[in-house]
T-cell receptor, first 116, second 111 residues
Framework: GAVVSQHPSRVICKSGTSVKIECRSLDFQATTMFWYRQFPKQSLMLMATSNEGSKATYEQGVEKDKFLINHASLTLSTLTVTSAHPEDSSFYIC????????????FGSGTRLTVV | AQSVTQPDIHITVSEGASLELRCNYSYGATPYLFWYVQSPGQGLQLLLKYFSGDTLVQGIKGFEAEFKRSQSSFNLRKPSVHWSDAAEYFCAVGVGNDMRFGAGTRLTVKP
């Protein structure tokens, strides 16, 4: 079946530094990927939609300059949290849309970001 | 406004008992409907999905869900819960290319 690899699974960084999270579709090409943020004991909130070769579409209230998304190939999207602060600590999950399936969303295993 | 509602934040059932998790949606048209399960610190695993056709959908791990258009509901059921079913369950709807999630229901299974 379709597999999406998300890396790293956990990362701790210092305030003010930047962190990059990768989302790869391993066995299909994904023109569209999505980035979600999940606070403890809460649901997933869509942050942005990433389209290969074009700019990402951000949801209202999400700072595009803080959460940089790059979808340079059909199998890789990256989310960079720039100048991270403790309030950016969260669980980030990506998903990739498999065009070969009807609504074929496959989720990564998530990244736990802790900013100290 | 478009929304996905899971009315129950937390449900506790005994192992072997039946389970029903509720999900209601509010969209202009019939959306694509999904149920996902999430274990702590993990990503989401798809249990089942509904696009059209038979309104009773069978999924993995013995789960099923029934789409009721008149009630705008897509409730998840399992006849006999196992301790390993303890997790967070999310109902989601897909409209266009977007997927929106309910707030989730945390399932605790008592021995």
């Amino acid at each position: 079946g379709a597999v999406v690899s998300q890396h790293p699974s956990r990362v701790i960084c210092k305030s003010g530094t930047s962190v990059k999270i990768e989302c790869r579709s391993l066995d299909f090409q994904a023109t569209t990927m999505f980035w979600y943020r999940q606070f403890p004991k809460q649901s997933l909130m869509l942050m942005a939609t990433s389209n290969e070769g074009s700019k990402a579409t951000y949801e209202q209230g999400v700072e595009k300059d803080k959460f940089l998304i790059n979808h340079a190939s059909l199998t890789l999207s990256t989310l960079t949290v720039t100048s991270a602060h403790p309030e950016d600590s969260s669980f980030y999950i990506c998903s990739a849309l498999n065009p070969g399936q009807s609504f074929g969303y496959t989720f990564g295993s998530g990244t736990r970001l802790t900013v100290v | 406004a478009q929304s996905v509602t899971q009315p129950d934040i937390h449900i506790t059932v005994s192992e072997g008992a039946s389970l029903e998790l509720r999900c209601n949606y509010s969209y202009g048209a019939t959306p694509y409907l999904f149920w996902y399960v999430q274990s702590p610190g993990q990503g989401l695993q798809l249990l089942l999905k509904y696009f059209s056709g038979d309104t009773l959908v069978q999924g993995i791990k013995g789960f099923e869900a029934e789409f009721k258009r008149s009630q705008s509901s897509f409730n998840l059921r399992k006849p006999s819960v196992h301790w390993s079913d303890a997790a967070e369950y999310f109902c989601a709807v897909g409209v266009g290319n977007d997927m929106r999630f309910g707030a989730g229901t945390r399932l605790t299974v008592k021995p």
